[in-house]
């Protein structure tokens, strides 16, 4: 990993989002510069009314936007009920430094691990953080990333929650957290993207989830539980878990049976997208599963 640059803030620009529920009305969403490594990077800020110190890093997926991840999960209006922050850091060049060594943001040396903790830095100095509470997750590219953040920053993050990112390779060969991390992730088994099966750079879901059991030291059988099927729409999902953990680093997996590469319950109605990265399951919502782990896994 390259040095950490010092990381500075200059001023924040205001934007105008629309609220994520559908009332009526404007929420005021912080664009946050903050220089790292010689470069001007963002990131999209939500504090909520009364915020708790709770802090979740939304990484949005390759090719995507900060703004896309906020609209596609909905964090901002659950936020507003549970009262944690939620921040969008912006990738560079629209790639993260995955560990895939295949990213652009790898190729020109960028440290999104870095990164990632210096937007933590930055946030702490305007908002009460509780650093026992911070929490990533990420979607694809991002999701990605959020392996590599366990294995290198678990002192900065007390859960990650990867939807759709299966762990990079090299990632898995170097991995040693400095304590064990609890983790949920979200895996469609008919994601045309991020194989279910993996790649030549990508672990497979059930290798990924075993190599998180085995590194949190959790009892080797899994217990599985069929979720109910509430939309026909084709997919179904599994819920997988396992006991005795070490210290409390619970490993917990949603396997979408017909799931796509979708951050579920997205709504998608363009046919061509629908063609190329497969169903998006109503029949689980990932940010309100994601939101109940981290709420009951704070950093011991």
């Known amino acids: 990993m390259l040095a950490v640059a010092v990381a500075a803030t200059t001023s924040a620009a205001l934007l105008d989002a629309q609220r994520a529920d559908g009332a009526s009305g404007a929420r005021r969403v912080a664009r946050v510069a903050l220089t790292f490594q010689d470069r001007v990077r963002h990131y999209l800020l939500y504090v909520p009314a009364a ?20 609209r596609v999960t909905g964090l901002d209006a659950l936020a507003d009920r549970e009262h944690f922050i939620v921040a969008y850091p912006e990738a ?72 759709i990112g299966a762990m990079a390779k090299r990632v898995t060969a170097s991995c040693h957290p400095s304590r064990p991390v609890p983790i ?27 190599t998180w059991r085995s590194l949190n030291g959790c009892a080797q059988t899994v217990i599985s539980t069929p979720l109910p099927v509430r939309v026909n729409d084709g997919t179904s999902v599994e819920r997988r878990s396992y006991a005795s953990c070490r210290g409390a680093g619970d490993v917990v997996w949603y396997e979408i049976q017909g799931g796509g590469h979708r951050w579920p319950p997205e709504t998608v ?32």
């Open 51 to 70: 915020p708790n110190g709770s802090l979740v890093l939304a990484f949005h997926g390759g090719g995507s936007t900060a703004a896309q991840m906020q």
């Open 269 to 300: 109605s363009d046919a061509r997208s629908q063609a190329e990265n497969g169903v998006s399951s109503q029949n689980l919502d990932a940010s309100e599963v994601i939101w109940a782990f981290f709420r009951t896994h704070a950093r011991m």
């Open 184 to 210: 949920v992730g979200v895996q469609g088994r008919a994601d045309p993207s991020v194989p279910f099966a993996g790649n030549e750079v990508l672990e497979s879901s059930r290798t990924t989830e075993d």
């Open 92 to 163: 560079f060049e629209r790639s993260w430094a995955d560990g895939r060594n295949e990213t652009w943001a790898e190729k020109k040396g960028v440290d999104d691990v870095g990164f990632a903790k210096a937007v933590v830095d930055d946030i702490a100095r305007t908002q009460t953080v509780d650093r026992s509470r911070v929490f990533a997750t990420g979607l694809s590219n991002g999701a990605i990333l959020t392996h590599r953040l366990a294995c290198e920053a678990a002192d900065t993050f007390a859960a990650i929650a990867p939807v």
